[in-house]
């Protein structure tokens, strides 16, 4: 490391090192080894920067190793572009901090004293990239798992994102009338209780011959196949009206193009951009506080409402873990599920003609 001086060693055997750039005065360096996390810490502050420059990678040291990684299969195939993003920042900050250590000397105890700089989900999502990272050594190099002990930090116990409720629904239903594309919008994400990442790229290509939406997840990978112009399974009981207004909006379009949801000029719409625009769109119809991943979690509960078991709503929302469809449909109204009396269904299966709310004028060129 630069401007790093020995000068003869601590009681415990580590060499005393001090950071002395020339006409500089010595700070002097911890006792510890230069390859431990807060050595190298130490040595940043010392150089009076949070943001220190990427390390040479050299032979066996944790900055090749991170080069490695980012290269591999593990990273590139088995993680989700989304994933990948947010991944790749952190390990760019663990090659840019802890670069210069050796990997051989790596141990959950330099693990714990990264993590140590967080607390509660941003410590446990440092965590996961981690022991991602930890994961693909042990495999790769043969060694110990550095991130084996390491421990998550406990949170509170929490919903997360709150589900529409029923009048929120209507209320947004009311504002944006069909023949908007905010409408639009809506249906489809309320029908398929698809991720916005994944709401903005079905169009009519997605519908197979036999009537499905069809779409591969972005997060997961998973293909998720959705009744659009086909009978609904029985537990979808209820649900008939909610698809004739998708097809209705769908209807009303002045224009065609390849995905459903698009822009004011008929571009098809951004991931990052349609979250923000959405929820803009549902303040404007007077509904606060509620996202698009909310209406995921409603359609999910409305599954639950209606007798679908859980792998029914796993294969319509595209979960693929049981604790998590657990965790969307925990406050379910189970009351609903107690007195339902169902008679046979008829079920839509092409588009069908809905009154028509009267369009509202000074629609927004979002």
């Known amino acids: 490391m630069k401007h790093l001086n020995p000068s003869g060693r ?36 010392a150089a009076g920067t949070d943001e220190p420059l990427r390390p040479r990678a050299g032979s066996g040291s944790l900055a090749l190793v991170v080069e490695g990684y980012l290269k591999s299969d593990a990273f590139l195939v088995g993680l989700a572009k989304g994933t990948r993003t947010v991944r790749r920042r952190m390990l760019d900050e663990i090659r840019a901090r802890y670069g210069h250590g050796r990997v051989i000397y790596l141990r959950t105890k330099h693990v714990e004293v990264d993590l140590s700089r967080f607390s509660g989900h941003a410590r446990n999502n440092h965590l996961k990239t981690w022991r991602g990272f930890g994961k693909w050594l042990a495999e790769t190099y043969n060694i110990t798992d550095p991130t084996a002990g390491a421990k998550k930090a406990p949170v509170a116990q929490s919903d997360g994102i709150a589900p529409w409720s029923e009048d929120e629904i209507e209320t947004y239903r009311s504002h944006w009338p069909i023949g908007t594309r905010e409408r639009l919008a809506f249906e489809l994400i309320f029908w398929t209780g698809a991720r916005i990442s994944d709401a903005v790229r079905p169009g009519q290509g997605n519908v197979d011959r036999d009537g499905w939406i069809v779409f591969r997840q972005q997060k997961t990978g998973g293909e998720v196949a959705i009744p659009f112009d086909r009978a609904l399974p029985d537990f979808a009981y209820g649900m008939e009206t909610d698809l004739t207004f998708l097809h209705a909006a769908l209807k009303a379009r002045n224009e065609r193009h390849i995905t459903w949801m698009t822009t004011f000029h008929g571009k098809s719409r951004s991931v990052k951009a349609a979250g923000q625009w959405f929820a803009a769109k549902a303040r404007a119809a007077g509904v606060r506080g509620r996202s698009a991943h909310g209406l995921r979690k409603s359609r999910a509960r409305a599954l639950a409402e209606a007798e679908a078991t859980s792998a029914q709503i796993g294969a319509w929302t595209g979960h693929e873990s049981l604790s998590e469809i657990e965790r969307y449909i925990r406050h379910f109204n189970k009351r609903k599920v107690l007195s339902s009396t169902k008679v046979g269904q008829k079920v839509p299966t092409y588009p069908t003609e809905v009154p028509t709310l009267p369009k509202k004028s000074g629609e927004t060129n979002a």
Do not use: C, T, W
Request: hydrophobic share 30%.
């Open 10 to 45: 601590f009681p415990s055997g580590n060499v005393r090192f001090y950071y002395r750039p020339r006409g500089q005065k010595g700070i002097a360096m911890p006792d510890l080894p230069p390859y431990h996390p807060r050595f190298i810490e130490a040595n940043y502050e």
